[in-house]
């Protein structure tokens, strides 16, 4: 199984023979997913903002869409699946500055 966003690629996770499942990081309830992890033994976790929608849907979908899925997780009756959470830090062109960065965020992204 595979969340996504929207229909738009379900033909691409189909290809790869993974069945897609429509849900939001920001809308969809945690009860949603923890529905959707129950007999699972791994849940992947590769999903972000992207840079896009800002500051707001930043935190929305990186941290809190991360929050959202451990809760899940956490709600998953009998044996939990195992967690792989995959990130980058800071992947962007180094000549924009994001807007919404402050000062300790642009010293941290000139280490």
Do not use: C, W
Request: aromatic share 6%.
């Amino acid at each position: 199984k595979s969340v996504i966003r929207d229909l738009d690629h379900q033909d691409e996770i189909k290809s790869i023979s993974a069945e897609p499942v429509v849900l939001s990081l920001e809308d969809s309830p945690v009860e949603q997913f923890t529905a959707l992890f129950e007999g699972e033994d791994v849940v992947y976790f590769s999903a972000g903002a992207g840079g896009k929608g800002g500051e707001e849907r930043t935190k929305k979908v990186d941290y809190e869409g991360a929050l959202k899925v451990f809760d899940a997780l956490e709600g998953v009756q009998g044996p939990k699946p195992r967690l792989i959470l995959v990130s980058a830090i800071d992947i962007r062109d180094p000549d924009t500055i994001p807007a919404h960065y402050n000062e300790a965020d642009i010293a941290m992204s000139n280490r």
